[in-house]
């Protein structure tokens, strides 16, 4: 538990949520600013600041227990789809740093959109970035 981390707080049970699913290592939660109906939270029990830092164990018990989710936001939501969204650092969105998974249930009509545009890209600098990760 790190003090101050409102997700830790909900973790420890000092601060209300509404709890959908529970692992001994990872636990989930309906999001309070949800970007479209179901939209949830599946955190670690234990601190990290995002995936970096995460224990891999932690990691396996909120992936399986947000891939559970998902199912069940599409079967019992009638949801078409579902998006699993990590964000890592204030310029990716992050605005909680306790790692968690965002499921966000999609529907046909829902507001939410690619942040970006998909067009081709440069091959010459794919490659030379590409390079720079092998």
């Known amino acids: 538990m790190t003090e101050n981390c409102l997700f830790c707080g ?3 049970g000092n601060i209300p949520s509404t709890q959908v699913a529970s692992s001994e290592r990872a636990i989930a ?6 970007a479209t109906p179901g939209h949830l939270l599946v955190v670690p029990r234990t601190h990290s600041t995002d995936l970096r830092e995460a224990d891999a164990d932690d990691l ?5 227990l947000a891939q559970s989710l998902v199912s069940r ?4 939501l009638d ?6 969204l990590s964000c890592i650092g204030a310029e ?8 968690h998974l965002h499921v ?4 046909q009509d829902d507001p939410l959109k690619l942040p970006w545009h998909p067009t081709p890209g440069d091959m010459d ?10």
């Open 10 to 12: 909900i973790v420890a």
């Open 29 to 34: 939660f309906m999001d309070i600013n949800p």
């Open 60 to 64: 396996i018990a909120a992936t399986l």
């Open 73 to 76: 936001v599409i079967e019992r």
């Open 79 to 84: 949801a078409e789809g579902a998006n699993l």
């Open 92 to 99: 990716a969105w992050q605005s909680v740093f306790h790692t």
């Open 104 to 107: 966000v249930p999609r529907y």
């Open 125 to 134: 600098q794919i490659q030379a970035t590409a390079a720079k990760l092998l």
